[in-house]
């Protein structure tokens, strides 16, 4: 298992940006992939990005060409760079770890979350 902390949330203005990061500790050996997922009220949580540790990234169509995901191994930290916000973009935003130790099967674990609200 591993323990997830985000941060850098906070009240942002259309058109402005956003770092949050997420620090991994524990058996940070067996993280095979890294993610940001939302949550919006009164919306089912989605998929924002992910990374593997190949930096192999995958994007919501929502997110793609504003948002970048990125990593830093030697610190087990991955981070979101979110520019262009948006209303829409307001949520509270959780940190992933997919983690595997063979022949075991994947694990998720998920972090407590920030709030981001974007509103001007």
């Known amino acids: 298992q591993v323990q997830l902390v985000e941060s850098g949330g906070g009240l942002v203005q259309p058109g402005g940006s956003l770092r949050l990061s997420c620090a991994a500790s524990?058996?940070?050996?067996?993280?095979?992939?890294m993610g940001w997922y939302r949550q919006a009220p009164g919306k089912q949580r989605e998929l924002v990005a992910t990374?593997?540790?190949?930096?192999?990234?995958n994007y919501a169509d929502s997110v793609k060409g504003r948002f970048a995901i990125s990593g830093d191994n030697a610190k087990n930290t991955v981070y979101l760079q979110m520019n262009s916000l948006k209303l829409e973009d307001t949520a509270v935003y959780y940190c992933?770890?997919?983690?595997?130790?063979?022949?075991?099967?994947?694990?998720?674990?998920w972090g407590q979350g920030t709030q981001v609200t974007v509103s001007s």
């Open positions: 524990g058996s940070t050996f067996s993280i095979r992939a």
């Open positions: 992933t770890a997919d983690t595997r130790v063979w022949p075991g099967p994947t694990m998720t674990s």
């Open positions: 990374i593997t540790n190949e930096a192999s990234t």
